[in-house]
C-alpha cells in the first residue's frame, strides 16, 4: 500500500495561485504514475491531471490546460500541482493518487487509482 499526504491548499481569490504537493510513502517502488482529482460538493470526484513516474508524460482535464502544471520529483517521491489563474469553479478536495501500472484505459476513472490521499480543501473566491 502506498500512503499518501496533501498539502497546500486554502483560500485564494479568483485569479489567484496555489501550489498543492503530496507525499508518497510505503510501496512506492511500483509507482507507474501519480496523479490529482478533485470532488466539489455532491459531485463525483473527478481527474484533474496525471503524471508517468518514469517519462513524466502529463495529462490533464481539458478545464484546467494551460492554467495547471502537474510535476514530480522522484527523489522526493512527491508530485505537485502548481495551479495558476484559479476560477471559482475549481473549487473542491483535491485528492492525491497513485497507480501501480500501466493500463490503456481511461485515467479520467478513479477505478484504475490504487491509492488516495486525505484531500486538500482548495477554495476559490470571486
Known amino acids: 500500500q502506498v500512503q499518501l499526504v496533501e498539502s497546500g491548499g486554502g483560500l485564494v481569490q479568483a485569479g489567484g495561485s496555489l501550489r498543492l504537493s503530496c507525499a508518497a510513502s510505503?510501496?512506492?517502488?511500483?509507482?507507474?504514475?501519480m496523479g490529482w482529482f478533485r470532488q466539489a460538493p455532491g459531485k463525483e470526484r473527478e481527474f484533474v491531471a496525471s503524471i508517468s513516474w518514469s517519462g513524466g508524460n502529463t495529462y490533464y482535464t481539458n478545464s484546467v490546460k494551460g492554467r495547471f502544471t502537474i510535476s514530480r520529483d522522484n527523489a522526493k517521491k512527491a508530485v505537485y500541482l502548481q495551479m495558476n489563474s484559479l476560477k471559482p469553479e475549481d473549487t473542491a478536495i483535491y485528492y492525491c493518487?497513485?497507480?501501480?501500472?500501466?493500463?490503456?484505459?481511461?485515467?479520467?476513472?478513479?477505478?484504475?487509482?490504487?491509492?488516495w490521499g486525505q484531500g486538500t480543501q482548495v477554495t476559490v473566491s470571486s
Open positions: 493518487a497513485h497507480r501501480s501500472f500501466y493500463t490503456s484505459a481511461d485515467v479520467h476513472s478513479t477505478q484504475f487509482w490504487g491509492s
Open positions: 510505503g510501496r512506492t517502488f511500483s509507482t507507474y504514475a
